[in-house]
C-alpha cells in the first residue's frame, strides 16, 4: 500500500484556499522577491500534520523565519479562521451542516512552553496544559473552538463554546424537528449548564454523574449514541501533530494552527469536483 502524505496540498485544495489569502505588503523599496503563498501554505500544512518545530522544517519548503513570519502575517488578518468558515459555508452547501444533533466536549494537552490560556493538568501532575473546547454539528464537523487553561472545568467554556460558532446559526424554528439537541458528557450535568443551552435555544441531552439516571435523560427506543461525535473529531484533529503539544507560547499562534487542522478536515470531507 502506497504511503499516505497527509502535508500534501492538492491543486483542488489550492484553488479553495487562493482566493482568501490575504494581500501581500507593498515592498515599494525594493527587496528579496517574496515566497509564494502556495509553498508558503504547503510549509504551514507540514508543520501542523508532522509536528516539528519550525527551524526543522526542510530548507527546500523555504526559510523556517519566512514561514513562520507568513504563517503570524497570516493570523493577524484572520486568514486561518475565515478559511474555516469558508470550509464550513462550502459544506453546508454541498454536504449540509447537520444542525439538529450537536455535541460539545473537551481535551486536554500539554502545553510547556504556552504563556496565556494554559493552567495546571489535573491528570498530568499538575504540569501546564490547555485544553480545548468544541461543538460540532451531528456529523462531527467542526463549528466553534475555544481553550483555554487544563484546570478549568468543561462547564464552564460551554456557554463561549456555543457563542463561538463561526458561521450563521439556523434561526429558531429553521430545522424541520424544530429544537436544537445538544449532547454533554457528565462533566456538564449541571443546571446552570442546561440553562446556558437552554437560553441559546438548545434542548440539553446530559449523561448524569449518579448512575441511577433521571428519567427525562433516559435514551429514547430506537436512539442512537450522539456524544461520541465530538470525541472521534478532537481524535482526527490529534492526527495534526502540531496539536498534540501545544509549543506555541502565543494563544493566537495556537488558536491558528487548530483553525487551520479544521478547516483541512472539513474540506477532506467535501465531494471531489468530477
Given at each position: 500500500?502506497?504511503?499516505?502524505?497527509?502535508?500534501?496540498?492538492?491543486?483542488?485544495?489550492?484553488?479553495?484556499?487562493?482566493?482568501?489569502?490575504?494581500?501581500?505588503?507593498?515592498?515599494?523599496?525594493?527587496?528579496?522577491?517574496?515566497?509564494?503563498?502556495?509553498?508558503?501554505?504547503?510549509?504551514?500544512?507540514?508543520?501542523?500534520?508532522?509536528?516539528?518545530?519550525?527551524?526543522?522544517?526542510?530548507r527546500e519548503m523555504?526559510?523556517?523565519?519566512?514561514?513562520?513570519?507568513?504563517?503570524?502575517?497570516?493570523?493577524?488578518?484572520?486568514?486561518?479562521?475565515?478559511?474555516?468558515?469558508?470550509?464550513?459555508?462550502?459544506?453546508?452547501?454541498?454536504?449540509?451542516?447537520?444542525?439538529?444533533?450537536?455535541?460539545?466536549?473537551?481535551?486536554?494537552?500539554?502545553?510547556?512552553?504556552?504563556?496565556?490560556?494554559?493552567?495546571?493538568?489535573?491528570?498530568?501532575?499538575?504540569?501546564?496544559?490547555?485544553?480545548?473546547?468544541?461543538?460540532?454539528?451531528?456529523?462531527?464537523?467542526?463549528?466553534?473552538?475555544?481553550?483555554?487553561?487544563?484546570?478549568?472545568?468543561?462547564?464552564?467554556?460551554?456557554?463561549?463554546?456555543?457563542?463561538?460558532?463561526?458561521?450563521?446559526?439556523?434561526?429558531?424554528?429553521?430545522?424541520?424537528?424544530?429544537?436544537?439537541?445538544?449532547?454533554?458528557?457528565?462533566?456538564?450535568?449541571?443546571?446552570?449548564?442546561?440553562?446556558?443551552?437552554?437560553?441559546?435555544?438548545?434542548?440539553?441531552?446530559i449523561r448524569p454523574?449518579?448512575?441511577?439516571?433521571?428519567?427525562?435523560?433516559?435514551?429514547?427506543?430506537?436512539?442512537?449514541?450522539?456524544?461520541?461525535?465530538?470525541?472521534?473529531?478532537?481524535?482526527?484533529?490529534?492526527?495534526?501533530?502540531?496539536?498534540?503539544?501545544?509549543?506555541?507560547?502565543?494563544?493566537?499562534?495556537?488558536?491558528?494552527?487548530?483553525?487551520?487542522?479544521?478547516?483541512?478536515?472539513?474540506?477532506?470531507?467535501?465531494?471531489?469536483?468530477?
Amino acid at each position: 500500500m502506497a504511503r499516505t502524505k497527509p502535508w500534501t496540498v492538492s491543486d483542488e485544495f489550492w484553488e479553495r484556499v487562493e482566493p482568501l489569502v490575504p494581500e501581500a505588503p507593498s515592498h515599494a523599496r525594493g527587496g528579496r522577491p517574496r515566497v509564494p503563498d502556495r509553498k508558503a501554505f504547503e510549509a504551514m500544512i507540514y508543520v501542523l500534520r508532522t509536528g516539528i518545530q519550525w527551524n526543522a522544517l526542510p530548507r527546500e519548503m523555504g526559510a523556517s523565519s519566512t514561514v513562520h513570519e507568513r504563517f503570524q502575517e497570516w493570523e493577524r488578518a484572520g486568514f486561518f479562521e475565515e478559511l474555516w468558515r469558508a470550509g464550513l459555508a462550502e459544506y453546508d452547501e454541498l454536504e449540509g451542516i447537520e444542525w439538529e444533533w450537536q455535541a460539545v466536549d473537551g481535551v486536554m494537552t500539554k502545553a510547556p512552553l504556552g504563556r496565556a490560556a494554559t493552567g495546571p493538568n489535573p491528570t498530568d501532575r499538575a504540569k501546564k496544559g490547555v485544553k480545548r473546547s468544541m461543538l460540532t454539528d451531528g456529523n462531527g464537523i467542526p463549528l466553534a473552538v475555544v481553550v483555554d487553561g487544563a484546570n478549568r472545568n468543561d462547564d464552564k467554556l460551554l456557554a463561549a463554546t456555543l457563542d463561538g460558532i463561526v458561521v450563521a446559526r439556523p434561526a429558531s424554528g429553521e430545522e424541520e424537528e424544530g429544537a436544537e439537541h445538544l449532547c454533554l458528557d457528565a462533566g456538564y450535568d449541571s443546571e446552570a449548564v442546561r440553562g446556558e443551552a437552554e437560553l441559546r435555544g438548545y434542548e440539553a441531552h446530559i449523561r448524569p454523574r449518579d448512575k441511577e439516571q433521571r428519567e427525562d435523560e433516559k435514551p429514547h427506543p430506537g436512539a442512537k449514541a450522539r456524544r461520541w461525535v465530538v470525541e472521534r473529531t478532537h481524535s482526527w484533529l490529534n492526527r495534526s501533530r502540531r496539536l498534540l503539544v501545544r509549543w506555541e507560547k502565543k494563544t493566537e499562534n495556537y488558536l491558528a494552527f487548530v483553525h487551520l487542522a479544521c478547516a483541512q478536515l472539513i474540506f477532506s470531507k467535501l465531494p471531489v469536483s468530477g
